[in-house]
């Protein structure tokens, strides 16, 4: 069974920096993209960025610039490096990967607060 295990997550200050990583257990073959998601209370649940096989990034416009995802196939593992982080990143994080036969495994969330 694929599980996906988010870690990273917590309290931060505005302005200041969290890594989020995402590692997947189990037997999945040919992971296409990994994405980071989020969703804040009361709000639908967006993509913040996603990363293909090839490399190729994309990201909302409301964090380009500060966050940079990555990821290490050997080890099944993505990551989000969140810097400068405002009030309104704070949310629920979520990791999805996608394989080439467009099946979807996601996390189950890690919290991010951006607050003083």
């Known amino acids: 069974q694929v599980r996906l295990v988010e870690s990273g997550g917590g309290l931060v200050q505005p302005g200041g920096s969290l890594r989020l990583s995402c590692a997947a257990s189990?037997?999945?073959?040919?992971?296409?993209?990994m994405g980071w998601y989020r969703q804040a209370p009361g709000k639908q649940r967006e993509l913040v960025a996603g990363?293909?096989?090839?490399?190729?990034?994309n990201y909302a416009d409301s964090v380009k610039g500060r966050f940079t995802i990555s990821r290490d196939n050997a080890k099944k593992t993505v990551y989000l490096q969140m810097n400068s982080l405002k009030p309104e990143d704070t949310a629920a994080y979520y990791c999805k990967f996608r394989t080439a036969t467009q099946r979807d495994y996601w996390g189950q969330g890690t919290q991010v607060t951006v607050s003083s």
């Open positions: 189990g037997i999945i073959f040919s992971i296409d993209t």
């Open positions: 990363i293909t096989s090839g490399g190729s990034t």
